[in-house]
């Protein structure tokens, strides 16, 4: 299996401008996470799926985010306009399962918004 | 409030050298305690816990839970090098929550 697959790796967009961020999880998998990573925060959860619905997107930061899981392959997390305080890596991550545990991660996407 | 708390926040040894590193928790619907390492791109399983007192072991890196004092500690003996990374302690059930690491720098 090619494990989760993000998209784009990196991105420097300029502040105002729409980013989305794509991510493949494992074929199997039933749960997707969207984490964003910084060095005064750590990883946050932004939002989870399970089966395309998305369960909890309290961690998401406002308005400006937001995501879809269309189908059991594929979701994107968009944030529009873009703001430099959203400069960070965003993991993708997904799991087989309720109890099975482990999280798989994606190679991360890093934003840089000028 | 949900929350993993990771100590130390940083730590640097030297090659050889035995360390240990701190998760305690507080969190709802508890069903696993995780551990990740990360060196620069994305995190890279190490352990997953469920149970208080059963010892998970790889190598020269082993866990334990306390479900009953609610923390974990992940130990690594005869540090080398490759070691020096984030270690990464993530707790729950439905969901995980992530503490913001313990970054280890191991000096040859």
């Known amino acids: 299996d090619a494990g989760v697959i993000q998209s784009p790796r990196h991105e420097v967009t300029e502040m105002g401008q729409e980013v989305t961020l794509r991510c493949k999880p494992i074929?199997?998998?039933?749960?997707l996470f969207w984490y964003r990573q910084t060095m005064m925060r750590g990883l946050e959860l932004l939002i989870y799926?399970?089966?395309?619905?998305?369960?909890?997107d309290s961690g998401m930061p406002e308005d400006r985010f937001s995501a879809k899981m269309p189908n059991a392959s594929f979701s994107t997390l968009k944030i529009q306009p873009s703001e430099p305080r959203d400069s960070a890596v965003y993991f993708c991550?997904?799991?087989?399962?309720?109890?099975?545990?482990?999280?798989?991660f994606g190679e991360g996407s890093r934003l840089t918004v000028l | 409030e949900d929350k993993v708390v990771q100590s130390p926040l940083s730590l640097v040894v030297h090659e050889g050298d035995t360390v240990t590193l701190n998760c305690s928790y507080e969190?709802?619907?508890?069903?696993?305690l995780l551990w990740y390492k990360q060196e620069k791109k994305a995190p890279t399983f190490l352990f997953m816990l469920?149970?208080?007192?059963i010892e998970k072991k790889s190598g020269r890196l082993s866990s334990i839970l306390d479900k009953k004092e609610l923390f974990s500690i992940l130990n690594i003996t005869a540090t080398q090098t490759g070691d020096s990374a984030i270690y990464l302690c993530a707790v729950g059930g439905n969901q995980f929550y992530f503490g913001t690491g313990t970054s280890l720098t191991v000096i040859p």
């Open positions: 991550a997904s799991r087989h399962g309720l109890n099975t545990g482990e999280l798989f």
């Open positions: 469920t149970s208080s007192g």
């Open positions: 799926f399970n089966n395309n619905v998305p369960i909890d």
């Open positions: 074929s199997g998998h039933d749960y």
């Open positions: 969190v709802t619907n508890f069903r696993s």
